[in-house]
């Protein structure tokens, strides 16, 4: 079972990447089960910071050193519009990549140094109203 969705979740990434010229070699095929759904996401959850790796959420002055700095501003700025809100994921150097991302991060960073955004996360907080 587990194998069939890895199938699947590497198809669907694959037809994403398809439409955007950009396909997942096979060792970053290879190592999805160890990354998790989220990809890189996973890793930049933990706690230590980088120096090269920085968070800014939509397009507010200002960065983050952590992911859950961002994070809670993010789930804030959601719940008080009722709109989504970004994380975008700032990386400016191949070490920063490979904090981030391990050698799939530095994989994609290698393939555009000079990308604006590393990654983007979407945040929604939909108010569920009265549970009774």
Known sequence: MAKKFDEEFIAAINA?????GRRLS??????VGKRGIFGMTTKA??????KDVEYQVDDMPGTYKTF???AGVAIARAASTGRKAT???L???RAGARHYGDNYGVEIYEEDPEASVFERIEIRADSMGRIP
Do not use: L
Request: hydrophobic share 35%; proline share 0%.
């Open 68 to 70: 859950d700095e961002a």
């Open 91 to 93: 990386v400016w150097s």
């Open 26 to 31: 096979r060792e970053a095929v290879a190592s």
């Open 45 to 50: 959850v933990k706690r230590h910071t980088h």
């Open 87 to 89: 994380i975008d994921v």
């Open 16 to 20: 994403t990447k398809r439409r955007s």
